[in-house]
């Protein structure tokens, strides 16, 4: 079927797309409507933290879809139920509360923090947030991030949301007051440029908020699930926060959130928090299948030792081109190329033939790698190669316009 065919246009813009249309995927590799290969080192922004449509997925999909799609949250499912009692035997929660996207997880972590407030601070409800960070697309969350101009797009924000620095402890105390409620952050920056939270900050930070008895916040929509090597991402500083969120890698590529928290915290009272399609057991047979698959003896271990060799890989490549290094955790990890051509790499990496490579610029200065946990080693090699050779032709491109100029 030809571009042209398909009305696009029937779709609301939010955002300029490339002119093709993705139709098939399986582990590391898309296919679009030509017939042409991708490499897909975006994998949904770390969502398909199994690769497309892994055997395990589609299996829980189909056995499920056969057997129960939604009874009502007002109900007990027995995924929803199965998946919980995972989720705090792996982690340091007691309690969860599904959702279906990671803003909405953030959303319901903001409104446990308020409420808690209520009870136990009268009534503070300032959550600490952090410069650079990014916590989803409502209006609450979108407050609640640090990117620059989102201030002013849906003008005015929520307001409860001081800006503090990451790694930068002083910044966040003399934040606090007697209306702090929590401090929230991603313990990687990923939008932010895949800045991690160093293990001593994240230690820090915990004994600042057990010292004003307010909340720790971590939002682990992006790194929770395997991302750093850990199953958690907190876990790589060896503290317990009293709230998590969890969003892409928990669905495996299905839409799924959760919000957990620990039981001194969980607050809640009927009528406080709810969803349509809370923990629905389509979508927790779906968790329950990746967290199996991440819970494998060697699994996380084969994430960390692949993370090393990425990164081993990406530093060479910054060497080869006189870039400025990598950075980050496990398997989210950055590539900092020293001047603004993020953009320019992404289109010629996409244009490559016969096979294309799909990669991510959040910052024009900067390229995010998200691989399938499953990444194979020779997947990481043909990624090089080929970024070797992208970053080679727009270093070409520039000098022959500098040149003809």
């Given at each position: 079927m030809e571009f042209s065919q398909y009305n696009v246009n029937a779709l609301m813009y939010i955002t300029p797309r490339p002119e093709l249309v993705f139709t098939e995927g399986r582990g590391m590799w898309l296919t679009d409507h030509n017939g042409?290969?991708?490499?897909?080192?975006?994998?949904?922004?770390?969502?398909?933290?199994?690769?497309?449509?892994?055997?395990?997925?589609?299996?829980?999909?189909?056995?499920?879809?056969?057997?129960?799609?939604?009874?009502?949250?007002?109900?007990?499912n027995e995924n929803m139920v199965l998946l919980a009692d995972q989720l705090t035997k792996h982690s340091c929660f007691d309690r969860v509360f599904f959702a279906n996207s990671g803003a909405e997880a953030n959303e319901g972590a903001i409104k446990l923090a308020r409420k808690w407030g209520q009870k136990n601070k009268n009534g503070a409800f300032e959550i600490i947030t952090f410069d650079h960070g990014f916590h989803g697309r409502t209006l609450a969350t979108m407050s609640a991030s640090g990117k620059p101009g989102w201030d002013t797009i849906f003008a005015p924000q929520v307001t409860g949301f001081p800006k503090a620095d990451l790694n930068d402890i002083a910044s966040v105390e003399k934040l606090i007051n007697d209306k702090t409620v929590a401090v929230m952050l991603e313990p990687v920056q990923g939008e932010g440029g895949v800045i991690p939270a160093s293990r001593e900050f994240m230690q820090a930070l915990r004994a600042l908020t057990k010292k004003h008895n307010i909340l720790l916040i971590v939002d682990e929509v992006q790194t929770g699930m395997g991302r750093t090597g850990e199953l958690f991402g907190y876990q790589l500083s060896g503290i317990e926060p009293d709230i998590m969120t969890l969003g892409k890698g928990i669905g495996g590529g299905v839409p799924l959130a959760a919000l957990l928290a620990k039981e001194e915290v969980s607050c809640f009272v009927p009528g406080d928090q709810g969803g349509t399609y809370n923990g629905a057991p389509l979508m927790t047979a779906v968790g329950l299948a990746v967290i199996k698959a991440l819970t494998v003896p060697g699994f996380l271990d084969e994430v960390?030792?692949?993370s090393v060799y990425l990164s081993k890989a990406l530093n060479t490549l910054s060497d080869q081109f006189g870039m400025e290094g990598e950075r980050g955790e496990g398997l989210l990890r950055a590539l900092k190329l020293g001047s603004d051509i993020g953009p320019r790499l992404v289109e010629v990496a996409r244009d490559l033939e016969p096979i294309g490579l799909l990669i991510n610029s959040p910052r024009p200065?900067?390229?995010?790698?998200?691989?399938?946990?499953?990444?194979?080693?020779?997947?990481?090699d043909t990624m090089i190669s080929m970024l070797s050779k992208v970053i080679q032709q727009v270093i070409d491109e520039k000098a022959a316009a500098s040149t003809a100029s």
């Open positions: 042409k290969r991708y490499l897909d080192y975006l994998q949904g922004w770390a969502v398909n933290c199994l690769g497309h449509s892994p055997q395990c997925i589609t299996d829980a999909v189909v056995a499920q879809a056969g057997k129960l799609l939604n009874p009502s949250p007002a109900f007990y960390k030792a692949k200065n900067l390229l995010r790698f998200m691989p399938a946990l499953n990444v194979s080693y020779e997947e990481i």
